[in-house]
């Protein structure tokens, strides 16, 4: 892809579909290609791939100095297991939100082995604690970091997946295929290119840089007018404020209660000339009723997630019985964003994401769909077991219109499996 950054594809697997990648228009790089004992070699001026018959490979860089060894991958039933040996003093930094030591391989289990990470976004409820896993957000990204330098590693596949890292790392994928992204270079480097790859975030406006304040219990405009007032009293800076749920008719998105908002235009405008924006919650379950506009609306359209036998997914979420939109069908993601317009037009500056892992109030098991869901993934088909970790990617990038990735004619912001605020 660049003379120090490649792709690796093993076959057989389910194709990804490129939610995550930004960036599709690589120039050719020249190569030599050439035989060696028991293999292969691939080179370009700063790296050389050496792959021999049973499947391991080598990344080394132009002097030859060997950056990482991969041991041959084993396919599964349906998915891949795919391992490196690490160095003992390699350090291991990434896969998103860990409540665990910056470097993962310091951690240890209870029998003290090395720690096991999940991929699979879950909503922890604030019931959470030291070594508390899986998170919110799980990206199959990781930078290794040894004497000889540093690499990057990036597997684009959205399926439940174990990483471990022990004398070898193990990356452990129940679906899809094993396509991953190798660079090398010191750690600014590695960022510059996977962000290429994936990329950038978007420069914010100023007031998303200041201080923002949240919390529940600003369920009128007296309320939210009196916190801002006390902010300015005591000489505190303040840029936005949050609101929760409880600002809604009846938890439902997209709506704000009229009663206790009366007059949002002038009341949003009033916040603004104090230097503080008005930011509304979102959630992405749909009340499971006749009488909510927004249910009708998507059952016309066809844009609920279903069993396989047709049914409606309905789990409950704040609002009561809830659906779930299918953000993997372009449809709805063109209907949803359309849902925004009438707040933005009375001042609401930005949104705020909740239970889009997703999440759903299951009191035992997996506090989210069935694995069965069915999901339409841009035509191609498939079930929530890969559309699980990119659900919240596909539910934020609606709310975007800047730089966009082209899949099927449908354009769609990239952000690898993050949710929005974390990556344009």
Not at 51 to 58: C, I, P
Not at 150 to 173: K, P, Q, R
Not at 255 to 273: C, H, N, V, W
Request: proline share 6%; glycine share 8%.
């Amino acid at each position: 892809m660049t003379e120090d950054f490649v792709r690796v594809d093993w076959k057989p697997g389910i194709s990804p579909i490129p939610y995550a990648i930004a960036r599709q228009d690589w120039q050719e790089v020249k190569t030599q290609f050439a035989e060696t004992e028991n293999g292969y070699s691939i080179s370009s001026a700063k790296l050389k791939v050496i792959v021999k018959e049973d499947g391991s490979l080598k990344f080394c860089d132009s002097s030859g100095q060997i950056l990482r060894e991969e041991l041959p991958p084993s396919r599964k039933s349906e998915g891949w297991l795919h391992q490196a040996q690490l160095r003992q003093e390699e350090q291991i930094y990434g896969l998103g939100e860990r409540f665990s030591y910056l470097n993962l391989r310091a951690a240890k289990d209870e029998k003290q082995q090395p720690k096991t990470y999940r991929m699979w976004n879950y909503d922890a409820a604030g019931m959470y604690g030291p070594g508390s896993a899986p998170m919110y957000i799980c990206i199959p990204v990781y930078l290794g970091l040894h004497s000889s330098g540093s690499y990057l590693i990036f597997y684009e596949n959205s399926f439940d997946a174990y990483f471990t890292f022990g004398e070898i790392a193990v990356a452990d994928f129940a679906g899809g295929s094993l396509r991953y992204y190798f660079t090398y270079g010191v750690p600014a480097q590695l960022l510059e290119r996977y962000t290429e790859l994936t990329g950038r975030a978007a420069l914010p406006p100023l007031w998303a840089l200041g201080y923002h304040q949240s919390k529940w219990g600003y369920r009128t405009e007296e309320k939210i007018r009196e916190e801002a007032q006390a902010f300015q009293d005591r000489n505190l800076p303040l840029s936005a404020i949050h609101l929760d749920i409880d600002c809604q008719v009846g938890n439902r998105a997209f709506t704000i209660a009229p009663d206790r908002f009366p007059k949002l235009g002038s009341f949003t405008q009033e916040l603004k000339e104090l230097g503080v924006q008005f930011i509304a919650i979102l959630n992405p379950g749909i009340k499971y009723s006749r009488h909510s506009n927004l249910f009708l609306e998507g059952q016309i359209l066809d844009g609920f997630c279903k069993l396989p036998n047709g049914k409606l997914v309905v789990a409950p979420v704040w609002p009561g019985w809830c659906v779930f939109p299918d953000f993997t069908n372009p449809k709805v993601r063109g209907w949803w964003s359309r849902q925004y317009q009438y707040l933005l037009d009375v001042g609401v500056a930005g949104f705020w994401y909740d239970m889009n892992e997703p999440a759903a109030f299951i009191v035992w098991g997996d506090r989210s769909l069935p694995k069965v869901t069915q999901h339409y993934m841009e035509g191609r088909g498939g079930d929530h077991r890969e559309a699980h970790n990119i659900y919240p990617r596909t539910n934020s990038s609606v709310s975007f219109g800047r730089e966009y990735f082209t899949y099927g004619g449908e354009k769609a912001i990239n952000s690898a499996y993050l949710p929005s605020y974390r990556r344009q």
